[in-house]
């Protein structure tokens, strides 16, 4: 039973930590749909037809469209991202309050 229980409060820990590390992601990919959508604000506003985009070491001026497009890809991405995270996050949710109540039981057995 011990063995059990020790196996369990491990399982516990690990999923703890996952938890707090997919709160940190989703929190990371919110923070750069952010900053996307207001790069991509700006460059609208800007009323420029041509950016410069970083290439390496150089840098290639493509057409505003072309950039506000690969921005709205990379939004979604996160979005996708964050979806799937939040889908692991109550998946570890549900295992943490599954093998909180089953320690639980346990605890009560041995008193």
């Known amino acids: 039973m011990d063995s059990i229980q020790g196996e369990m409060i491990q399982q516990l820990t690990i999923h703890q930590s996952q938890l707090e590390n997919t709160f940190a992601a989703i929190e990371t990919f919110k923070r750069k749909n952010q900053m996307l959508s207001l790069t991509a604000k700006e460059i609208e506003q800007s009323g420029q037809g041509s950016v410069w985009q970083a290439v390496g070491r150089s840098f290639v001026e493509i057409p505003v469209s072309k950039h506000l497009n690969e921005i709205k890809e990379s939004i979604s ?10 889908k692991k996050k109550h998946y ?3 295992s943490i309050k599954n093998t909180t109540e089953s320690l639980q039981k346990i605890q009560g057995l041995k008193e």
Do not use: A, Q, S
């Open 77 to 86: 991405e996160n979005i996708n991202n964050v979806n799937n995270l939040n």
């Open 92 to 94: 570890l949710e549900t």
